[in-house]
């Protein structure tokens, strides 16, 4: 996987993301940098996405909870994890076409840095489009003492090489 392209005489682009021929099944990416989870990074999320549980920005009601503090709110974490896996899974991705088996082994607390791991699972040319296939992965979230955090498995629709966007003669990427 090329890190760059050239565009003209002694210039270059970067490009990032992988083509559906660099995915193998069994090679594991560690996707970094990590993100430490922010309180304010959890309220936002919880406040933008209407979540009105008070477990996730209540204070004074998490603590009387068997977590004794506030729980960082789930989807919040998943994207993160998403986020976090996009450079080496997704980046040049057509579309993501499901997710299956999410999990939350552990709870994420502010404070908590989060590092994730993608394994490809399997590999196949789309059977209705031409350049294009699917890569299934695994993605493992772990925090900073290495406790898995959240699991999940997603298929992404993936152009072949010569077939993405930015192959495209006139494409600016």
């Not at 506030?70 to 994207?79: D, H, M």
Request: glycine share 8%.
């Amino acid at each position: 996987m090329q890190g760059w392209k050239e565009v003209g005489p002694r210039r270059y682009r970067e490009t990032f993301g992988r083509y559906l021929e660099d995915f193998l099944a069994g090679d594991v990416y560690e996707h970094r940098p990590g993100k430490t989870v922010l309180e304010s990074d959890n309220h936002l999320f919880t406040l933008l996405t209407l979540n009105t549980h008070p477990l996730h920005f209540d204070a004074e009601y998490a603590a009387a909870t068997q977590f004794g503090r506030n729980l960082v709110v789930s989807p919040y974490t998943l994207a993160l994890l998403i986020g976090m896996s996009v450079s080496d899974c997704s980046q040049k991705a057509i579309a993501n076409l499901g997710m299956d088996e999410v999990r939350f082994p552990a709870p994420v607390f502010a404070g908590d840095t989060l590092y994730a791991e993608s394994e490809v699972l399997a590999v196949r040319a789309s059977q209705s489009r031409t350049g294009q296939g699917i890569a299934t992965i695994r993605t493992t979230g772990r925090n900073q003492a290495n406790q898995i955090i959240c699991t999940f498995t997603r298929n992404i629709l993936v152009p072949a090489r010569g077939h993405g966007v930015e192959d495209q003669p006139e494409s600016r990427y």
